[in-house]
């Protein structure tokens, strides 16, 4: 079992940053990613890595202006956001699978076996 803790979400003025992390307790995962969801919508995935080979992959929507990472030592992942649009307010939540990350279906929420509870990012 993996428990999955977000912190980082904020309220910030569009152009700014902010960093989201997820510190995960256990390391029976091997992908980890970011997906973020606004009432109405459909969970959509961000960014994932895959913790064994530092792979990482990214949706449209976030390429170029976000950058997953990892620390291993704090078995943490941390989203930095850069570049905040208003469309980037969201829900945003960490997801982990114990499988690898896959290049054509990391995005797919029902991948992921466990999931944080959530972190608010506002861009006005």
């Known amino acids: 079992h993996v428990q999955l803790v977000e912190s980082g979400g904020d309220s910030v003025q569009a152009g700014g940053s902010l960093r989201l992390s997820c510190a995960a307790t256990g390391n029976a995962y091997n992908c980890m990613a970011w997906f973020r969801q606004v009432p109405g919508k459909e969970r959509e995935g961000i960014a994932a890595?895959?913790?064994?080979?530092?792979?990482?992959y990214y949706s449209e929507n976030v390429e170029g202006r976000f950058t997953i990472s990892q620390d291993d030592a704090k078995n943490t992942v941390y989203l930095q956001m850069r570049y905040l649009e208003p469309e980037d307010t969201a829900t945003y939540y960490c997801?982990?699978?114990?499988?690898?990350?896959?290049?054509?279906?990391?995005?797919?929420?029902?991948?992921?076996?466990?999931w944080g509870q959530g972190t608010q990012v506002t861009v006005s």
């Open positions: 890595i895959y913790t064994g080979a530092e792979s990482t």
């Open positions: 997801a982990v699978e114990r499988g690898y990350c896959s290049g054509l279906y990391w995005a797919v929420p029902s991948r992921y076996d466990w």
